[in-house]
């Protein structure tokens, strides 16, 4: 499985932009030949190839539902709140479009309770998102469930902050 | 394969703070109303022997403390330090109202080492109801004290005390954007603590076979729950169960054969019986529920559960044959993570009141239901293989700790406070 990372792919970019601009002298246009300056190889210049041919843009622009890949969830509940539905219904009907796209969706949940019961509810949190991306047009195969219960929280504190932040679905997308 | 083995060859190495980052605390709080006072006088240490690297007393105070039967007198209180029987003037202890006093000494091995006796006597009897002289190397000490405690409660209760048991627990520990998850293997006082397993993906679930010499567990080493068992001693180990969607909660029966799991493989989770020799699975519920953290009566006929059939989380039981699950817990909405104890009569689980975790005790004869703790994030109740106490671990302020209880809600104790995040805490059998 190989896991798309769109912010190591604009890095490249970025990269490969500031190394061709040092590698040649400020008179000389910075290109894509330039950045054989990493190592020689031009390696930097295909990796921002890529990352044009994944549409990163359009998966990160801050303009569109799709940038949303977070669900949160009430305590010990698995219901989708309602503003929740127009992210997911975009990222159904995106994967309908895109099948060379794949979504892992994770379920986690906060450290209240026993840590069994949380990886199972973790499981229903995951399984919930997905049933609506099946709805809006995303085909099964696309799609894989995976719970980490209470065990990966985003924010380690033992406050409501905190686990209101941790009891949530993620969308990791993947080729 | 993350996997360390880390052995501890001195017992003084275990003094220094540094093989787990683990602090070990044993504050003594709190009264014991109810519990048989009992004296433990400081052993002796004879001319010509060098002080023993611990204090056998002490030791042996705290873990007769822990059990919340015992109400060791605090040593400020002792009248006089007597190291045997001869030495001591029964009329004095009876003033005191102590049923038991224990006195010992230590002097020099000629082979190296030393040479502790013991006596643990009746107060009221004036006489001797047992005593004994052991020969023991210094790394040993600590060891020794906890055999001297053996001996003691076995004397008075008539069941082995199980001082020289282990526990296993999971600590993992934040570094910037890294997790390090460890399991644990230390001593049923959280002392001589070695790594078995070290890896940066979550473990939980750690339980120890009926014998001793295996712990089933769950890693999301391959990114995602999978059951592993491994033996203890040597490090080995293999995946039992690898299906799709969860693996986990391992329960071993009885005699150790099977474990009792939960899978999702079919969609929602149930609970299953694994064979582990043939590797033949057996599913044990059938419900569109959530279906966990299973565990086996003491005469391996029954499993009893979590469930959340009715609505929320609620402890059910179900005989290994299968059939109709009975629900056994009524109080509160919140009731989960059962832990039986040895004798089968008592029923340890996770309890929500007021929105508070606590450990409750569910009397599985009387049906009545006692909240042990205070919470608010109580969890993983483990009964010591004596029956009398319960380890579970929480969290005070931001700190996580492992604490122990009294069955009998009289002793509670913070076993350790630990700096990074410490959990799961289980208690070996015996």
């Known amino acids: ?175 | 394969m993350n996997l360390t083995w880390t052995f501890v060859l001195s017992a003084l190495i275990l003094l220094l703070p540094t093989r787990t980052s683990a602090q070990v605390t044993i504050p003594i709080t709190g009264g014991a109303i109810g519990a048989l006072p009992i004296a433990i006088a400081p052993f002796r240490v004879e001319s010509g022997a060098a002080a023993p690297p611990e204090d056998i007393a002490a030791i042996i105070q705290d873990d007769l403390y822990r059990t919340g039967l015992l109400a060791p007198l605090p040593r400020k209180d002792l009248i006089a330090h007597p190291a045997s029987l001869s030495e001591v003037r029964f009329q004095d202890w009876r003033a005191l109202g102590v049923d038991n006093l224990v006195v010992g000494s230590v002097s020099p091995d000629p082979d190296g080492g030393y040479q502790v006796s013991f006596e643990l006597l009746d107060v009221y009897k004036s006489s001797r109801l047992a005593g004994k002289r052991y020969r023991v190397q210094p790394n040993a000490v600590r060891t020794l004290a906890h055999t001297i405690s053996n001996v003691i409660f076995e004397t008075l209760f008539g069941r082995p005390g199980g001082f020289n048991t282990q526990i296993a627990y999971v600590e993992t520990e934040r570094s910037g954007d890294k997790t390090v998850h460890r399991l644990v293997v230390a001593d049923a006082d959280a002392h001589n603590a070695q790594i078995i397993l070290s890896s940066d993906a979550p473990i939980m679930s750690p339980a120890w076979s009926p014998d001793r010499q295996y712990i089933a567990y769950v890693s999301f080493e391959g990114g995602r729950s999978e059951v592993y068992v491994q033996e203890v001693a040597s490090g080995e180990r293999r995946a039992v169960a690898s299906f799709n969607g969860i693996n986990s909660a391992p329960a071993w029966s009885p005699e150790g054969t099977q474990l009792a799991l939960t899978l999702s493989k079919d969609g929602d989770p149930n609970i299953y019986i694994l064979n582990l020799a043939s590797g033949n699975l057996r599913q044990l519920t059938h419900s569109p529920s959530i279906d966990t953290e299973p565990v086996w009566t003491p005469d391996g006929r029954q499993i009893i559960f979590t469930s959340d059939r009715g609505g929320g989380p609620q402890v059910y039981r179900l005989a290994i044959t299968g059939g109709e699950a009975e629900r056994l817990t009524f109080e509160g909405s919140y009731n989960a993570r059962p832990a039986i104890s040895p004798d089968g009569r008592l029923l340890a689980m996770v309890h929500r009141e007021n929105g508070k975790f606590k450990i409750a005790v569910l009397d599985l004869q009387t049906r009545l239901m006692r909240v042990l703790t205070d919470g608010p994030l109580d969890e993983s109740p483990s009964f010591a293989p004596n029956g009398a106490t319960l380890l579970y671990s929480g969290v005070l302020g931001a700190k996580a700790v492992l604490a122990t209880v009294s069955v009998y809600g009289r002793a509670h104790e913070q076993l350790g406070i630990f700096r990074p995040d410490v959990k799961e805490p289980t208690w070996s059998p015996l």
């Open chain 1, 1 to 175: 499985m190989r896991r798309l990372n769109f912010q190591t792919a604009g890095l490249f970019l970025v990269l490969a932009i500031i190394l061709s601009g040092c590698g040649t002298t400020g008179t000389e246009q910075s290109g894509h030949n330039g950045a054989a300056g990493i190592d020689g190889s031009g390696a930097a210049a295909s990796g921002a190839q890529r990352a044009q041919l994944f549409q990163g843009t359009e998966l990160d622009n801050p303009a569109s539902p799709l940038s949303n890949r977070v669900i949160r969830f009430d305590f010990d509940s698995n219901v989708i709140k309602p503003e929740y539905l127009p992210i997911l219904q975009a990222h159904g009907e995106y994967l309908a479009t895109h099948p060379e796209y794949k979504v892992s969706l994770e379920g986690h949940t906060d450290e209240r309770g026993s840590r069994e019961y949380n990886l199972a509810l973790g499981e229903r949190r995951a399984k919930a998102v997905q049933r609506i991306l099946l709805l809006n047009g995303a085909a099964a195969e696309q799609l894989g469930t995976v719970s980490y219960g209470e065990e990966k929280p985003v924010d380690p504190g033992h406050n409501e902050a905190a686990w209101a932040k941790n009891r949530r679905a993620v969308l990791v997308y993947y080729q």
